[in-house]
């Protein structure tokens, strides 16, 4: 009796407590209910067999784990995650999805059902959906994360019974490419950058592609997305080097950003190796201009340009620049800004001569942040060092200086 008991205990456990990720890893959950033993069978040998053939042939079996869940457990989390992504916003609902997250220490749920009906011969029919934890981002980002798993989610899949093998292949070889593409993505909101290149790389290398000719719309997009995130991707480790004084991996991962496509960021931080590194101020200024050509509405190439300009000592064009930057503003527009005066003080440690950069700084804490006080110190500092050399700034610093005094009623 006490053994009947214990395997009871047992079994009772094994059948409620989900299972638990390992850590440092992607935990994927399947949680699929199945009508009868034969489909559990496929969805475990055939489906969850697949993608974990896929993992290891990809040489991801250390970063990602697949956990297959039994009957009781797929239609329990089933129904909490389906009732979370209809109400997101519900006390209970949030909250029975904070348990399975924390349960499981997983990030990719695929939940759903798989039956079998009569249409022209015996036919499976999946209806798939998925779940991905992500570190949290502002609306516009959940809207483009949504965008992407909908260019490469098939949410129903259906196959005739006899070619089910291959059926349930091609279905898992279609959530693998999902898993890669999305799991990268949420990767790279998450920080994790390395991890998403890795996932991302793989991906782009991935002969699913080559099974389609020519390739439908949506895998289409992909390929090209994947262009611009392969390159954003080694440019954000190549400004991650950068910051940690390591030039040489700096320079092949930005190499390789530059081989895969021009971005934005890669040309902003060439720049700053070409000014810093390189002493080339010129061929700088000549690399932001091209910048300019992918910066949308980011105001950041501006900042840079005024500043080369400045210290080329080219000051009615860059003033005609700075006039610009407190014309204009765009989003994250601040961290710019601290960024640039980090900068300008730096430079100014290392070349004292260089005391334009005080006329820089005192118009920027003028026009752009209203701090007055500081404004009028650097003006001061900049007229206190300046002679016949900088009469165009000198004229313009007096009169700033004086219209500060009057605000400040000094």
């Known amino acids: 009796m006490p053994v009947f008991i214990g395997w009871f205990v047992f079994w009772l456990y094994r059948k409620n ?5 390992s850590k440092n890893k992607i935990g994927l959950v399947i949680c699929i209910n199945a009508e009868n033993d034969k489909q559990k069978i496929r969805i475990k040998n055939d489906f969850a067999g697949r993608l974990d053939k896929l993992i290891l042939g990809n040489n991801l079996g250390k970063i990602v784990n697949i956990i297959l869940l039994n009957s009781y457990q797929a239609e329990r989390v089933s129904k909490v995650l389906d009732q979370y ?33 009569q249409d022209m ?41 006899k070619i089910e093998f291959k059926g349930f292949e091609f279905t898992a070889d279609s959530i693998f490419v999902a898993v890669e593409y999305i799991g990268g993505i949420a990767a790279l909101v998450s920080g994790d950058i390395e991890l998403a290149l890795k996932l991302h790389n793989n991906l782009n290398n991935n002969p699913y592609f080559q099974k389609f000719t020519p390739l439908p719309p949506n895998l289409k997009y992909v390929k090209e997305k994947l262009k611009s995130l392969l390159a954003e991707e080694n440019y954000l480790i190549a400004r991650y080097h950068y910051k940690q004084d390591n030039l040489e991996k700096c320079n092949n991962y930005l190499n390789q950003s530059f081989l895969i496509q021009q971005s934005y960021g890669a040309l902003l931080l060439r720049s700053i ?43 009615d064009k860059a003033v005609k620049v700075y006039r610009k930057i407190i014309e204009n503003s765009y989003p994250g527009e601040e961290s710019t800004l601290k960024e640039v005066y980090d900068f300008n003080e730096n430079i100014l440690k290392n070349n004292p001569e260089k005391i334009q950069l005080f006329f820089v700084l005192g118009y920027l804490k003028y026009k752009k942040d209203s701090n007055y006080p500081e404004a009028y110190d650097y003006f001061e500092k900049f007229l206190t060092k300046a002679n016949n050399k900088y009469d165009f700034l000198i004229e313009k610093a007096k009169s700033y200086k004086a219209e500060l005094e009057q605000k400040m009623k000094i």
């Open 85 to 117: 992504v209809k109400n997101k916003h519900g006390k209970e609902e949030l909250k029975s999805w904070n348990v399975i997250k924390k349960s499981t220490r997983s990030h990719f749920f695929i939940y759903g059902n798989i039956k079998e009906r």
């Open 273 to 315: 190796i070409e000014f810093c590194n390189e002493n080339n101020s010129e061929k700088a200024l000549n690399t932001i201009y091209e910048s300019k050509k992918l910066a949308k509405n980011d105001g950041t190439w501006r900042y840079s340009e005024g500043f080369l300009l400045m210290y080329l000592e080219k000051y």
């Open 17 to 21: 407590i989900l299972p638990k990720n």
């Open 121 to 161: 011969g015996n036919k499976y029919f999946l209806d798939l959906e998925a779940l991905v934890v992500h570190a949290p981002v502002n609306v516009l980002v959940k809207k483009q994360i949504k965008k992407e798993f909908l260019s490469v989610w098939y949410k129903q899949i259906s196959f005739q019974e």
